[in-house]
């Protein structure tokens, strides 16, 4: 168990729509990643958060949109869903922005 | 763009035997290196990192090994067992200020009794 909570651990949703997932990072971690892992594009860099601001983003869609609250929790936002969308999304989080990186047990999301 | 590229894509090892997996990179900026092994329906778990002013690092029956003029690192576990049947990814990090990792596509390891 790496400290990293990720809900929901499945979502199956509409294309079209609007999902929310959620990262609790280990405690003391200032630095939330989030990671999409698919069959035909391997583990992909989304977005990163250092203590509620953005620190750097990968190849993250307009349609998707990330925060990192006070309390360090960290929320990722998809909207729009399209069939590609679906993929296991994952939170890792650091003690500083450049430390190992240690991950959640992921997000599945199934787009209909 | 594949920052990093590993291989084989799948390794089928005896018990006991040794497993070696391989990566290649090309930005010289790149300045630690972490292996990650994966189960099925779990996230990827930190296993063993180098930064590339060492050439090996070994901790317990997994060791790396560092080429940096060759720009390659390698994963060797030895002594495989049926247990270390998982995926492996190897993965880089960019030396300026950014911290999100590349990773290798991965390589599904399967240790036969």
């Known amino acids: 168990d790496s400290g990293v909570t990720q809900t929901p651990k499945h979502l199956i949703t509409a294309t079209g729509q609007r999902v929310t997932l959620r990262c609790s990072p280990r405690?003391?971690?200032?630095?939330v990643y989030w990671y999409q892992q698919s069959l035909d594009q391997g583990l992909q860099f989304l977005i990163q958060?250092?203590?509620?601001?953005?620190?750097a983003k990968g190849n993250i869609l307009e349609r998707f949109s990330a925060q990192q609250f006070p309390d360090l929790h960290s929320e990722l936002n998809l909207s729009s869903l399209e069939l590609g969308d679906s993929a296991l999304y994952f939170c890792?989080?650091?003690?500083?922005?450049?430390?190992?990186?240690?991950f959640g047990p992921g997000t599945r999301l199934t787009v209909l | 763009q594949q920052q990093v590229k590993q291989s084989p894509q799948s390794l089928i090892v005896q018990k006991g035997g040794i497993s070696i997996i391989n990566c290649a990179y090309e930005n010289t900026a790149f300045d630690y290196f972490p292996w990650y092994q994966q189960f099925p329906g779990k996230g990827p778990a930190l296993l063993i990192a180098?930064?590339?002013?060492?050439s090996e690092k070994k901790e317990g029956r997994f060791t790396i090994s560092f080429n940096k003029s060759a720009k390659q690192f390698s994963l060797h576990i030895m002594d495989s067992q049926p247990g270390d049947s998982a995926t492996y990814f190897c993965a880089t990090r960019s030396g300026a200020g950014a911290n999100n990792l590349f990773f290798g596509t991965g390589t599904r390891l399967t240790v036969i009794p």
């Open positions: 405690s003391g971690d200032l630095s």
């Open positions: 180098i930064r590339p002013d060492v």
């Open positions: 890792a989080s650091s003690a500083l922005s450049g430390n190992e990186q240690f």
């Open positions: 958060y250092y203590n509620g601001e953005e620190r």
